[in-house]
């Protein structure tokens, strides 16, 4: 997709994911990945691993609300 107009045409979905149900995708990504280089499949492979990338950032990125909600919580006691 190259322009904003084309991406905005592709179907997305809007999912729910606990932090272990993160962990356990970005597990099962690791071993996606590492089943298609082991069939030389390095297109799937990139694939795979640039989505495990999103899921590791999606992750972290909820970890960092979690942190700060709990300091200001934590900050109005």
Do not use: H
Not at 11 to 34: G, S, W
Not at 59 to 73: A, I, M, V
């Amino acid at each position: 997709m190259s322009t904003k107009e084309e991406w905005l045409k592709v179907p997305t979905a809007e999912i729910r994911f606990t932090k272990d149900e993160l962990q356990n995708l970005i597990l099962a990504l690791v071993i996606a990945k590492d089943s298609a280089e082991t069939f030389s499949l390095m297109e799937t492979s990139k694939r795979f691993d640039n989505i495990r990338k999103d899921i590791v950032k999606i992750k972290n990125d909820l970890t960092k609300k979690e942190e700060s909600y709990e300091e200001k919580n934590f900050g109005a006691r």
